[in-house]
């Protein structure tokens, strides 16, 4: 198919992706077969803090903030207890890794929202239960 005259222009003013666009894209990539084998279960956390530490090793720590956001990202409030137990523990696992980690005070708030999400649970039962009598 040839493209038409303004989409050829339009793809001249794009231009090439800069050096570290590809390294983004590359990283990205990386991120999300590692997280991918992590959700499935081919990972463990210590896995995780394994690949991560290479990572840091290779002086990509922004990746273990990436991964980090990632695992936040996906908690929900009807996560299971078990899939919830899953992200934080990557979640933790990546924060020993950081200089300066703030360890103890994500592990509180971790813990509040796992709170929450038992809360979330019981109240739609409580309902579930009430809208079926």
Request: aromatic share 6%.
């Amino acid at each position: 198919m040839e493209l038409s005259q303004r989409a050829r222009e339009r793809l001249a003013r794009i231009g090439e992706l800069s050096q570290d666009e590809k390294d983004r894209l590359e990283h990205s990539e990386e991120l999300k077969h590692l997280l991918s084998n992590y959700f499935s279960g081919k990972l463990s956390p210590e896995d995780l803090w394994v690949r991560l530490k290479e990572y840091k090793d290779a002086g990509k720590e922004f990746m273990i903030k990436e991964v980090q956001l990632n695992l936040i990202n996906t908690i929900s409030l009807g996560s299971s207890g078990l899939e919830f137990e899953r992200r934080r523990n990557g979640i933790l696992a990546a924060e020993t890794l950081k200089d300066g980690g703030e360890y103890p005070s994500l592990e509180l708030n971790l813990n509040s929202i796992q709170s929450l999400c038992q809360q979330y649970k019981q109240e739609k039962e409580r309902t579930f239960n009430a809208m079926k009598a």
